[in-house]
């Protein structure tokens, strides 16, 4: 099984990502968790990255690719992925698109999940993240059970840094400039599927697992 989820910044695809990964068994690879991580390590990429990230923009197309290909090769991405956050550009999916043909292994659906920009800006805001399990929280609509801590494995909950009003707006105009085009794309193809993600996350799931069960 191979799903790419599509979705405004904050729209829940990680949330449903991690839903979907652990009824399939496949693994969720989020590009965003990828690169917070070599920015935290400091790496080249890393501090290439964090320039863009912190300003609502997209990290250079071939940086991108290169870096999902390198994933896709590991073990686990043998017996299928949902790729949280990639692709994001009609470039990338065209790459991606290649990549899966040459190894006979196409996607089999696109999940897009629908959201108002002022949900977004709310989701976001409110959002707190484990810095271990990449989990995310909400002060309002998810809390975890004890403030500040991930119910999952006890680590303390941390802001992004590009979680600011003001970024979440660059954010949502770089989706709509760059990522919106992706929508037609995948529909051409007959892989779209669109949830909408404006319920309880549970809802949600159980939205997402019916608009995939013919191919889970
Ligand atoms: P990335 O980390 O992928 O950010 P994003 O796509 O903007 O998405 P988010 O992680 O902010 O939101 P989400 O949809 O996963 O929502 P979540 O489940 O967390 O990318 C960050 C940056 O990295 C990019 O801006 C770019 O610079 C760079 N980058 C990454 N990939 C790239 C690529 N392919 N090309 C170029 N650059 C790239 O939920 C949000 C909040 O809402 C949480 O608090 C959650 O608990 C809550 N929530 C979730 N669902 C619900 C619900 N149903 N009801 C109430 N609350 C909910």
Do not use: N
């Amino acid at each position: 099984m191979r799903f790419v989820f599509l979705g405004l910044p904050g729209a829940g695809k990680g949330t449903q990502a991690h839903v979907l990964s652990e009824q399939v068994d496949i693994p969720a690879i989020s590009t965003g968790d990828i690169l917070r991580q070599q920015v935290q390590d400091g790496t080249p990429l890393g501090i290439e990255a964090r320039t863009y990230m912190d300003r609502g923009e997209y990290v250079p197309d071939a940086t991108m690719v290169r870096m999902v290909q390198e994933r896709l090769r590991e073990a686990d991405a043998s017996k299928g992925f949902i790729l949280d956050g990639f692709p994001r550009t009609v470039a990338q999916a065209q790459a991606l698109e290649d990549a899966l043909a040459d190894a006979g292994t196409p996607l089999d659906a696109v999940v897009k999940f629908t959201i108002s920009d002022r949900i977004a800006i709310r989701r976001i805001t409110g959002r707190f993240t484990c810095p271990v399990c990449k989990r995310t929280y909400h002060v309002e609509w998810h809390p975890p059970t004890v403030e500040g801590v991930c119910d999952l494995d006890g680590a303390r909950l941390e802001k992004r840094s590009d979680e600011d009003e003001l970024t979440v707006k660059r954010r949502l105009a770089t989706y709509r400039t760059q990522t919106e085009p992706l929508e037609t794309y995948y529909w051409e193809r007959g892989l779209l599927r669109e949830v909408d993600a404006e319920a309880t996350p549970s809802e949600v799931s159980a939205r997402m697992i019916a608009a995939l069960a013919d191919v889970t």
